[in-house]
């Protein structure tokens, strides 16, 4: 639970004992504040936390195996609360941090045009800005080739060469290679006679 809504639990606890006019169980206030979310225990704890800041807000009596079993208002009740209460000390309690923490912050605030200034100059914000267009460039890179790999498999479909068509090629190959074979072993046979001629 949040100290703001403690101290307006609180007060909320002196606003009823203020309108009884006698003395009523601890029980009373759990029940009409804080039954189901929290305990009887916590309803305890924050009228010893009222106590405890000061004695004279309620007439606390003990009983039934408690310290505070029974309460009642005082006349410094009504003071208390006209003075604001203890959300007037959470206010002024907020106060004095905003002000210590504002003391505090020795750095000045920066007007927009010098935050804009930083930014464009920050060297690390540089690098930063070029590994990410780097990144995009290679994500994008990478995405157009697949599309275009993928866009091939589909639309342009290899060209089949028919199983005679295949042969035919294929004898044509080897016979050109026959052709090939005997031209260069004519020519290793002439070259051969010419070196023995040169060595007579």
Do not use: C
């Not at 106060?95 to 007007?111: I, N, Q, R, V």
């Amino acid at each position: 639970m949040s100290e703001f809504f403690k101290a307006e639990l609180k007060d909320r606890f002196l606003e009823y004992a203020l309108e009884r006019n006698d003395y009523f169980e601890v029980q009373t206030l759990y029940d009409e504040f804080l039954r189901p979310n929290y305990s009887l225990d916590y309803a305890q704890k924050l009228v010893k936390d009222i106590k405890d800041y000061d004695r004279e807000l309620l007439d606390v009596m003990g009983g039934n195996g408690s310290d505070i079993f029974m309460l009642a208002s005082t006349p410094a009740t009504q003071d208390f609360l006209d003075e604001g209460g203890f959300m007037h000390l959470y206010v002024k309690e907020e106060e004095k941090w905003d002000t210590f923490l504002s003391h505090l912050s020795s750095t000045p605030k920066l007007t927009k045009t010098e935050k804009k200034l930083l930014k464009r100059d920050n060297p690390d914000l540089k690098r930063e800005k070029f590994m990410l267009f780097g990144l995009i460039g290679a994500v994008a890179v990478s995405f157009l080739f697949t599309v275009i790999s993928i866009f091939n498999e589909t639309f342009l479909k290899p060209e089949y060469v028919p199983a005679d068509e295949f042969q035919r090629k294929m004898n044509q190959l080897q016979e050109q290679y026959i052709l090939e074979n005997e031209r260069l072993k004519q020519e290793l046979r002439e070259s051969q006679r010419v070196l023995d001629s040169l060595g007579k």
